[in-house]
């Protein structure tokens, strides 16, 4: 694997504090660490694996929305600290896993209103401040975007250990974030992965993707001057696997606004479809994308 310079890495993903307004769901306080008992009835079923996952989808996604709950983990991979947010439906129950990775200098509570979105959607977020590219860290190094895959792969290994088990997990993530994510499709794939949301992300590296064939929603504005959008759409275009992409027609690096609700929309019904397996999710689609005209959707999924 070729290891990005540090202009590459900061020019490629830099981005500011993604702004983020109040959920309309109360967090509720629970002890750090510690997850409700899961009720006699959850919403969906899903076939285990040996590691806690599940790789098969139910055929619906919950049709209600759920109250959203917030936990802090305090995880560490060795030496490396990964203090992790969770988001998740308040009434417990089993529920597919996202990681979310966040882009340099920002952090998990940066994409708050993203991720609330996802929660209240019946999906569990966990999403690590990584050590060296988070906002306020003692030791900002952006080449560390390099180590933060296996990052990932850890949290998700514990979050799932926490839980007892989840239904099918995806990975996201914005701008280093993004470049995150793929990172979790290439070199030394995470083979649990069903779906994956790059937000906003390049490839920098010289690996390519590997693996099963995985549904991937890449989303990127068109007037980005952190990630150019050219880069965006030259992996979407590299991809052989099933994918569509989202190209915020006015957007730049962070969709806020009436864009970030067409994204928010968009990436949860994918999200509802790839993990779910809500037919009538991927068929909302095209209309998600194309809400109030300010984005359109390249769909080969």
């Not at 590691?51 to 049709?63: V, W, Y």
């Not at 019946?122 to 003692?138: D, I, N, Q, R, S």
């Not at 979790?184 to 064939?213: H, K, M, N, S």
């Amino acid at each position: 694997m070729a290891l990005p310079t540090v202009a590459a890495v900061s020019a490629a993903c830099t981005a500011p504090r993604p702004p983020s307004r109040p959920a309309s769901s109360s967090p509720l306080p629970s002890p750090p660490g510690s997850f409700p008992g899961t009720p006699a009835s959850p919403p969906a079923s899903f076939p285990g694996t040996p590691d806690g996952s599940a790789r098969t989808p139910a055929d619906h996604a919950p049709a209600r929305d759920f109250a959203v709950r917030t936990q802090k983990l305090s995880l560490a991979r060795g030496d490396r600290p990964l203090p992790t947010t969770i988001w998740r439906p308040a009434t417990g129950g089993v529920y597919p896993l996202i990681l979310f990775s966040h882009g340099l200098q920002a952090t998990p509570g940066s994409y708050d209103e993203l991720l609330t979105t996802w929660a209240r959607a019946g999906f569990v977020v966990a999403a690590p401040a990584y050590p060296h590219t988070a906002a306020g860290v003692a030791q900002f190094n952006p080449v560390d975007v390099v180590n933060q895959p296996a990052d990932a792969r850890f949290v998700i290994t514990e979050v799932v250990k926490r839980l007892g088990g989840t239904g099918p997990i995806a990975a996201a993530g914005h701008s280093a974030g993004g470049i995150t994510t793929l990172g979790l499709f290439a070199g030394e794939r995470d083979e649990r992965l069903r779906a994956g949301v790059i937000l906003a992300g390049r490839q920098i590296f010289t690996t390519p993707l590997t693996g099963a064939r995985t549904p991937l929603l890449f989303v990127h504005g068109k007037r980005d001057r952190t990630v150019a959008y050219a880069d965006g759409r030259a992996v979407y275009d590299a991809v052989s696997w099933p994918k569509a992409f989202l190209t915020v027609t006015d957007g730049g690096h962070t969709p806020t606004g009436r864009q970030l609700d067409v994204v928010a929309g968009t990436s949860t019904d994918f999200l509802r479809w790839s993990l779910y397996g809500d037919a009538a999710a991927k068929a909302r689609l095209p209309r998600d994308a194309t809400r109030g005209g300010l984005a359109t959707l390249a769909d080969r999924l």
